[in-house]
């Protein structure tokens, strides 16, 4: 007879997904991730539309990251029209992303990863007991987003974005008063460093991960034109394809990814992992006193990466606003090219991992192919690999109790899934 | 209401989640504004759903699979008053200018089948198409300030306002040069419902439209007429208008005749 336990639908993360495992006389069946975000074919909107209305257009597909899907749009534009941009707008595109890494890295850890390891629903209901935790993440948290607001015009869906440049150049104060913020902003995210590695985190059985993440260059980043490997690889992100072979799956709305036949992980341990040698100044510092506890095998160690990122995002920001304010801002209009007939592929890290946007324009500069592939659509089969190896580990103890810990990996994935989540569902047929 | 407090409920269906976002973006009122309602459901920033009816249910996202149709009618039955946040409820969002399109060609464009996986109903739809909508609160996302008066209001019991003029409106006030006239820009603030303090132009980029147009006002003719005049493309002008609001009555008639 069959018996189907529902679990209440995972909450604290982005969009709506359930996590299925079937189980069986004791033995995992199966694992489907399935995502039941509505479609809203994006790549479809985007097609007839003149190629500087696309930064507009992808901001919406998600809400926590629209300045990687601007980034990464506006550089695949220029790499189609021939634009090189000038120093001073890839000052404020490194900007842009370090903003959206501090706040939505913020929202992560403190909003929904914390209340889990401290026990809690939400944060809120932690004000009592953690009200230095809460008020110190929320300060991060709103650091981020005041810098959004400079930079792209709003948190949310910024304005300023454009192939070639941005619409504004800010103010000198205005890029100014972000550094009080910052730097108050900077004990928040130390506090999450020193959180996060105190935890003692749940063991996920050992298997080899392989990492992908973009080739920041000479310091630590979210931006470049090769993507490496933990397998000693390094691609030029025009062999996205190469790296992601998306299929569509029927159980899920985002579509699957491997790296030749394996699944593979991106995101902030992945960073981490292949980039740490060239971390500087305090985030090297903390890094050097808890690189123990980051665990290649242990995705859920991937909030204490963040914590790191956010430390060194922190101070990265507050470095250029520095170095712009002292060489004085430029009044730069965005580049305009001549429309042409090309093709170019942008990537970044977003905060969830390497975010791909491929575009075709014809000669009028009309978009006619836009394929993007998100952080979270490769992360699935990872996810879906960890869930059966720890669900299976859980019941040969003999276990009943699986939710709470196959909740807590996939939420460590931080899954941004109106990309393409509320989950875990087990299903126990016996 | 045993505790006294006004219970409210946030929901999501289709869309980016920015509206929901954006009300936590409210962090130094985060507390207070939790601390003075019955949270009844907030799965976005909760794990705690608590059974009941609503008083208000504040609803995002657009009405695009078999789930949110469900989800939605199951929301009107069990609220009070029913606030629509954001353009995808509003108008259906930017997907919503698919409209027209067959849903298998869509399906075949993005995901590589014609199959469909995902319960699609074939359009995207507006709340107010499916169910009866109280209020409407505009924005792509909405704007914070707007929601905080909206939420005072309706604990207070006030019958809310909601802004009737365009963007220009607050382009004159904060002395904003005119984008179309100045630069010849393809600025949408004559048709496009104010209270965002004209945030775009303001940062020197033109309207385009996200909080979408005055309903049953925006002289969507005009609009086009001026920048055909400017010497836009029909075809650019259209595409423009009907990103955000290709359900609204005068523009989706300017798209069947391009």
Known sequence: ?430 | MASGKVKVGFYSLTGCAGDLLNILGMEDKLVEIFGNIDLMEFVMASSRVKPGKVDIAFVEGSVTTKKDLETIKRIRENCSKLVAIGDCAIWGGLQASLTGLDPKELMKAVYNTEENYYEFLGEHKALSEIVQVDYELPGCPIEQDEFLQLLIDLLRDVIPEFKDYPVCVECKIREIPCLIVEKGEACLGPITVGGCKARCPYYEAPCISCRGPIKDEANVAGELLMLLEKGWKEQDVVDKLRLFAARYKDISKLIRRV
């Open chain 1, 1 to 430: 007879m069959a018996k189907e336990i529902v679990v209440e639908h995972l909450a604290r993360v982005e969009g709506h997904g359930t996590i299925r495992v079937l189980v069986e006389d004791r033995k995992v069946k199966d694992v489907k991730f399935e995502i039941y975000e509505g479609p809203r074919f994006i790549e479809k909107i985007l097609v007839g539309r003149r190629c500087y209305e696309a930064p507009d257009i992808v901001a919406r597909i998600c809400s926590i990251c629209p300045e990687p899907h601007q980034v990464a749009a506006v550089t695949a534009i220029e790499k189609a029209l021939g634009v090189t941009i000038s120093w001073q707008t890839k000052m404020l595109r490194e900007l842009q992303l370090l903003a959206d890494v501090i706040s939505s890295h913020a929202l992560h850890l403190y909003l929904l990863s914390l209340p889990d390891y401290l026990g809690y629903p939400d944060a809120l209901s932690m004000i009592d007991k953690y009200g230095r935790e809460v008020k110190l993440g929320l300060q991060l948290k709103r650091a981020g987003n005041l810098l959004k607001e400079v930079i792209s015009g709003r948190p949310i869906h910024g304005c300023t974005v454009k192939p070639g440049g941005y619409t504004r150049i800010p103010p000198a104060e205005e890029l100014e008063n972000l550094i009080k913020p910052l730097e108050e902003s900077m004990e928040g995210a130390k506090l999450a460093v020193k959180l996060f590695s105190s935890i003692d985190y749940p063991e996920t059985p050992r298997h080899d991960n392989i990492f992908m993440a973009i080739d920041p260059g000479e310091h630590y980043g979210f931006m470049g034109d090769y993507v490496l490997t933990s397998t000693g690889e390094r691609y030029p992100v025009d062999r996205y394809k190469e790296l992601t072979n998306e299929v569509t799956v029927p159980h899920s709305s985002a579509k699957h990814s491997t790296y030749k036949g394996y699944p593979f992980m991106v995101g902030a341990l992945p960073r981490m992992m292949l980039n740490k040698s060239k971390l500087k100044g305090q985030a090297l510092d903390m890094l050097k006193d808890v690189e123990s506890k980051l665990d290649a095998a242990n995705p859920l160690t991937n909030n204490l990466a963040q914590a790191l990122e956010t430390v060194y995002a922190v101070e990265r920001s507050i470095e250029i606003i520095n170095e712009l304010l002292s060489k004085g801002l430029k009044p730069e209009e965005p580049i305009v090219a001549k429309s042409r007939r090309g093709s170019g592929a942008g990537g970044v890290e977003a905060p969830r991992g390497t975010l791909y946007h491929y575009y075709e324009l014809d000669d009028e500069g009309r978009i006619v192919k836009a394929d993007i592939v998100t952080p979270t659509a490769q992360n699935v089969v990872n996810m879906e690999k960890y869930i059966r190896l720890s669900a299976e580990r859980l019941l040969a103890k003999g276990e009943e109790k699986l939710e709470p810990l196959l909740e807590m990996i996939v939420r460590a994935y931080d899954p941004c899934i109106s990309c393409s989540v509320h989950m875990v569902n087990v299903v126990r047929l016996r």
